[in-house]
Each structure stands twice: as structure tokens, then as C-alpha cells.
């Protein structure tokens, strides 16, 4: 790059730099008028002046610094910031895109003026896009990450919830609780099984818990072994266990398998479990 192009390089970005606040203003007159009435209030929480100036000043930096890197860092950690106030101020990702589009559209603006007044050439536009574009595609990338991660931990959090209901501890009598398996067991939601009911059993101080597992389509090898850890843990607690709803094909699979079963207390139903808790407790007073 020739001494004449670096002038004039940083004389653009020292003109985008001057009139980085009038550029963050235009932007935000731009996003009004683009967006609904009904958003205005909506929009004018996310609409921060002095914020905006400071990603101009950083775009006309870029046209002349020698700390690029630095420089980059700085648009990144800008960009995270914006995505986050995008995010408080519920907007929906193609908004923030669209919004960081107007920056590249003021900017062009102003450089056509300069163009005219300065006689500068397509090789001037040339050279500010190729430093600016890839800066105002990094501000797009990071958003669009913020929004990813910002969509990921919702998406955690909701499954969370999701599996601690697919957990129901459902006390029935003083001492004794139900807890009615539906769907497949694997290794994840066992841990949690053991989790959810040594949790509540200590803190309801259960005596009795009753595992159903009519709903549970398939008992292999890896679900009883899990079966049988979740038993151990509870009796180690002082909780005793009742395995309910082992349907005849289940059972069938169990004996094929070759799964020992005696040193589970296993009943045909809750009812009968419940019927021999409470026989239990009769005697005991």
C-alpha cells in the first residue's frame, strides 16, 4: 500500500471517527422508522447513542491503527455486549443482524460523500471494504454466537425441568412415597432417579419407597443394573424399596437374561406393596 492510499485511508477513518456520533444517531433514526410502532418502546431501551459511537470509532480506527489485533478484540467484546442488551431487550436474533446491517449502510453513505469531495477512486473503496467488511462480519458472527449460547442454556434449563418431572416422588401415607417410572431408563435419567429419590427421602424422611415401573417398556441388563443401584443407595439411606408393575413379558426378558431379582423386594402391583407396608406398619404398633 503506497503513502497516498495510507492519507487518505486515515483521513476516512478519521472523518467516520469525527462523525461517529451523528453515524450512531442515523442508525437509530434508521431502526425506528424500519420497525413497528408497537416495538418503539421496546426499541429505545436497546438504543444507546454513546454506545454506538464507540463500534464507529472503532470501524474508522481500523482504517489507519497498527494494532489490528487489539482492535478486533475490542469489536468482539463490543459485539458480545450488544448481543446481550439485544437479548435483555428481547429481541429476536434476524433483528440484532439487521440492526449491525445499518452500520455498513451509514458508513458507505459518508465515504460516497468523501469520494466526491476528495476525488478518490474505486481503489480507496476497495481498500476500506476489505478492512471494514470483515470487522462488521465479526460484530454478525459474535451476535449470532451470543444468541446461540443464550438459546443453548434456555434449552438446558427447560430440559432440566423436563427431567426432574419425569421423576415424580408422589407421597401417599406417613413414611411412604410412589414413584412412577414412564418411558425409557438410561444411564443419565437413573442418576437422576437415584438423585430425586435419595433427595426427597431424606428430606420427607421416607421409610418406604415404591418404584413402579409398569410404564418402563424394556428392563435389559443396563436398566436392572441401575435398578439395583438406585435399591442399594436407598437401603444404605435407611430406605426400604419395593420394585412394582413387572409386566409377564418383562419378567420373560428378566429369566432369559439370566438378571437376579432376589435381593429386590418385588410385588405385582402398587396396591399390593402398599397392602403390605401397611400390614407392616399395624405390626410394628
Known amino acids: 500500500?503506497?503513502?497516498?492510499?495510507?492519507?487518505?485511508?486515515?483521513?476516512?477513518?478519521?472523518?467516520?471517527?469525527?462523525?461517529?456520533?451523528?453515524?450512531?444517531?442515523?442508525?437509530?433514526?434508521?431502526?425506528?422508522?424500519?420497525?413497528?410502532?408497537?416495538?418503539?418502546e421496546r426499541l429505545s431501551s436497546l438504543i444507546h447513542v454513546d454506545?454506538?459511537?464507540?463500534?464507529?470509532?472503532?470501524?474508522?480506527?481500523?482504517?489507519?491503527?497498527?494494532?489490528?489485533?487489539?482492535?478486533?478484540?475490542?469489536?468482539?467484546?463490543w459485539s458480545r455486549q450488544a448481543a446481550e442488551i439485544a437479548i435483555h431487550s428481547e429481541f429476536s436474533i434476524s433483528d440484532a443482524i439487521r440492526i449491525t446491517g445499518t452500520y455498513r449502510t451509514v458508513i458507505w453513505e459518508v465515504f460516497t460523500e468523501e469520494l466526491q469531495k476528495r476525488q478518490l477512486t474505486v481503489f480507496h473503496m476497495l481498500e476500506v471494504s476489505k478492512i471494514i467488511d470483515p470487522l462488521l462480519d465479526r460484530i454478525g458472527a459474535v451476535i449470532g454466537e451470543v444468541y446461540e449460547e443464550h438459546n443453548n442454556k434456555l434449552m438446558s434449563i427447560a430440559y432440566s425441568a423436563l427431567e426432574e418431572l419425569s421423576v415424580p416422588v408422589v407421597p401417599v401415607a406417613e413414611g411412604v412415597a410412589i414413584i412412577p417410572l414412564v418411558g425409557s431408563i438410561d444411564t443419565d435419567r437413573a442418576k437422576l432417579i437415584m438423585e430425586v429419590s435419595l433427595t426427597e427421602g431424606s428430606r420427607l424422611h421416607f421409610k418406604h419407597i415404591i418404584l413402579d415401573v409398569s410404564g418402563v417398556p424394556i428392563i435389559d441388563t443396563m436398566v436392572a443394573d441401575q435398578l439395583f443401584h438406585i435399591v442399594s443407595a436407598l437401603k444404605l439411606t435407611g430406605v426400604e424399596t419395593y420394585l412394582t408393575g413387572i409386566r409377564p413379558e418383562i419378567a420373560q426378558t428378566i429369566i432369559s437374561l439370566g438378571l437376579n431379582f432376589s435381593e429386590i423386594k418385588t410385588r405385582a402391583n402398587m396396591k399390593?406393596?402398599?397392602?403390605?407396608?401397611?400390614?407392616?406398619?399395624k405390626k410394628e404398633a
Open 1 to 40: 500500500m503506497n503513502v497516498l492510499m495510507i492519507r487518505d485511508l486515515k483521513y476516512i477513518g478519521e472523518k467516520i471517527i469525527e462523525n461517529s456520533q451523528i453515524l450512531a444517531k442515523t442508525v437509530a433514526d434508521i431502526r425506528i422508522t424500519d420497525i413497528e410502532s408497537g416495538n418503539k
Open 51 to 77: 454506545y454506538r459511537t464507540k463500534v464507529f470509532e472503532y470501524l474508522g480506527e481500523a482504517l489507519f491503527t497498527d494494532g489490528m489485533e487489539t482492535l478486533r478484540t475490542k469489536v468482539s467484546e
Open 272 to 281: 399390593q406393596a402398599l397392602n403390605e407396608i401397611v400390614f407392616m406398619k
